[in-house]
């Protein structure tokens, strides 16, 4: 039978192990906050940069179409997946750029907005509407489907194609 020393200690060290089990749990707990909390940091800095981005080339272009190839070609530049044009993307690229097309056109129609009640060739349109139909998505909310789509059909965020990996470079004193 044990001694009332021993079972005070035994109570003692089982109180113990339960609060350092509930400590290890907050921990897991807020290092899984952080780590959620940095990733959304990232992906909201990376989000500013592409579309930004693609808001200034399509503010520099007046030609619709121009306008969206290059916004594309920037961006698919800046990730790395293209040196020169969008020839060089391969038939497994078509859906992000029928995703990414629409956002394009919505940030050339922010940057070139066209005067209310004139269609394409700047003739008023019938009953001062713009002729060509509904008004294009918001280009971030249009962008955040984008990257929704992105992650159920890849398994991985798009904004996560940013990060690069980089090998040690050794150090040589000369």
Do not use: N
């Not at 349109?125 to 249009?142: E, K, Q, R």
Request: with cysteine.
């Amino acid at each position: 039978m044990p001694t009332a020393a021993e079972t005070l200690i035994a109570r003692l060290q089982a109180d113990c192990t339960a609060t350092e089990a509930a400590e290890r749990s907050v921990r897991a707990s807020v290092e899984a906050q952080i780590k959620a909390a940095e990733q959304a940091r990232a992906f909201a800095w990376r989000r500013l940069s592409a579309l930004s981005d693609m808001a200034r080339v399509a503010a520099l272009e007046p030609d619709r179409e121009l306008a969206v190839e290059r916004q594309l070609e920037a961006l698919f530049r800046e990730i790395g997946w293209i040196e020169g044009g969008l020839a060089e993307l391969g038939e497994g690229a078509r859906p992000l750029v029928d995703w990414l097309r629409p956002i394009a056109e919505a940030l050339h129609a922010e940057a070139h907005p066209r005067p209310a009640g004139s269609d394409s060739d700047g003739a008023p349109a019938a009953g001062g509407t713009v002729a060509d139909g509904p008004p294009l998505a918001d280009p971030i909310a249009a962008f955040r489907a984008f990257e929704a789509w992105y992650e159920a059909e890849r398994g991985e965020p798009f904004l996560q194609v940013y990060e690069r990996f980089m090998p040690a470079t050794p150090v040589v004193e000369f």
